[in-house]
């Protein structure tokens, strides 16, 4: 509560120097979202007669302020707050099991548990200035990054930049600046990051968004420039260093989205290449390893018919996984960001194993394999799915989905030993209704028949099916 009142003291504070500034030009209008999600969960190490299985509430506050300071000047912030699932004590420590969930009672102090602290109270997401002059449009500050063209190899998360934007007709270009990691004040590693440099982590993009009738096209060039491996313990005798290496990729990513009559298509593409380990050798007695090259790849195709209330369409998605027999190329590592697009509730359904437990929540469980899929943020991943929607009223809209997915390469030493390379056969219903025009409740249900793929190396392993219900009341405003 005292943190509450702390951040709405401060936003009126805000909106008090603000009406003080310029009383006849700013506005604020906040925006946001309240949503409460049940998901079950009935056997997500997917092992045959276990007995396991997990149920949670999902809980998430959003609120978006927009302050409205003068034609073409704007700050915008955003906090979330209650992000966590009923119940959660992990903040708590020992006196959580006696005094239960109470937003009133926090303990003093930080717990010292082995798990992760929930978010207690209010976390700041967001705080950025935007401003038009001759030359474009700038935002400055933390803001929304990793989304690009489609919700394909997307992430909704926020990081420190600068961008700029300007409109010529039809094309808009832009230039992005990111801040990943700032770590020129680190002096306490051995050896010292001052003897390096430095050890920062910032990317560079380019861009150019193309629109024309009914649709859009554009293409992003990014440059990753990370240096935070550059300084690591040197090697003892006998070891090899994880470091010290420099990383100098770039991403490609070409997308469409177009409408054409009663067809909807969207596409996107990504390739990334450049190196992913580059070594150096500035202090002796360090280990140096083989230079380990990007070249990773993804690509993405949506069609959708459209009939009046009804749809039906198909997506393909492909996510290039490493060679074993390659240790040269890499060539995932830049997609585990991909937590946007979610082509199945089960397979891909990242909001589902977020909650869940985060990577080891599907699969695992007696000799099963769950190391290598990283499905919640989908790396070595193709999957196909065909769908048809139906809105029998203006308020309710359902869908059904059936999808097949594998991975594109076997993980071990040399590909051969996992059983298989096949993840399952995924069926959906999905139903979402408008109680009002800004409340909805959406429910969804996804059966997984189980392929070997789970087992790993283990023919003898007992893989089983699962299933998932999801349900979500969600109130946006």
């Known amino acids: ?70 034609d073409g000047l704007s700050f915008t912030a955003r906090f979330d707050a209650l992000e966590k699932n009923w119940g959660d004590i992990n903040y708590k420590g020992a006196s959580g099991f006696t005094d239960g969930d109470q937003t009133s009672g926090f303990a003093a102090g930080i717990a010292t548990t082995n798990t992760a602290k929930v978010q207690e109270s209010i976390q700041w997401e967001r705080a950025y200035v935007t401003f038009a002059t001759a ?30 934007m300007s409109a010529m007709g039809p094309l808009t270009l832009g230039f992005v600046y990111e801040k990943w990691v700032e770590d020129d004040h680190n002096v306490l590693l051995t050896p010292s990051i001052d003897t390096l440099t430095d050890g920062d982590f910032d990317t560079y993009s380019m861009f150019g968004v193309y629109k024309f009738t009914g649709g859009e096209a554009g293409l992003l060039y990014k440059l990753y420039y990370n240096d935070t491996q550059r300084a690591v313990t040197t090697a003892g005798a006998g070891t090899t260093a994880t470091g010290p290496f420099k990383s100098r990729f770039s991403v490609l990513a070409p997308y469409m989205k177009g409408t054409f009559g009663p067809v909807y298509v969207e ?123 139906y809105n029998p009223t203006p308020k309710l809209a359902l869908k059904a989905t059936a999808g097949y997915a594998y991975a594109p390469n076997k993980p071990g030493a040399t590909g051969k030993e996992f059983v298989s390379d096949r993840y399952g056969t995924e069926f959906d219903l999905q139903a979402t209704y408008k109680l009002y025009d800004n409340l909805s409740y959406y429910v969804g249900a996804g059966y997984l028949w189980t392929g070997d793929y789970w087992k790993g ?19 946006a405003f």
């Not at 805000?14 to 309240?34: L, M, P, R, Y």
């Not at 697009?341 to 089960?346: D, F, K, V």
């Not at 190396?457 to 969600?474: G, I, M, P, T, W």
Request: hydrophobic content about 40%; cysteine-free.
């Open 1 to 70: 509560m005292k943190k509450l009142l702390v951040v709405l003291l401060s936003l009126g504070l805000i909106v008090a120097f603000a009406a003080a500034a310029s009383a006849d030009t700013t506005n604020v209008k906040f925006q946001g979202t309240f949503y409460v999600s049940g998901v079950y969960d009935n056997n997500p190490t997917l092992t045959k007669d276990n007995g396991y299985s997990r149920a949670v509430f999902h809980n998430r506050l959003r609120l978006q302020p927009v302050f409205q300071i003068a």
């Open 135 to 164: 030359l474009g449009v700038f935002d400055v500050g933390y803001q929304n990054a990793d989304g690009w063209g489609t919700e394909f190899v997307d992430a909704a998360v926020t990081r420190p930049r600068i961008q700029w």
């Open 457 to 475: 190396s283990n023919v003898n392993a007992q893989v089983d099916n699962d299933y998932v219900v999801v349900n979500k009341l969600e109130l």
């Open 267 to 389: 596409a996107e593409g990504e390739y990334f290449f450049g190196k992913y380990k580059q070594w150096e050798n500035p202090i002796a007695g360090t280990a140096t390893g083989a230079d380990v090259d990007a070249a990773g790849y993804a690509f993405y195709l949506k069609g959708q018919f459209n009939m009046g209330p009804a749809n039906f369409g198909a997506m393909f998605g492909y996510l290039a996984g490493n060679d074993p027999n390659d240790a040269t190329k890499e060539r995932e590592a830049y997609f585990n960001k991909n937590t946007t697009w979610q082509p199945l509730i089960i397979i891909g359904g990242s909001d589902r194993n977020d909650w869940l437990g985060g990577s080891t929540a599907l699969g695992g469980g007696n000799g099963a394999n769950t190391l290598q899929s990283k499905t919640n943020k989908m790396t070595n991943l193709a999957v196909g799915t065909i769908y048809a929607g």
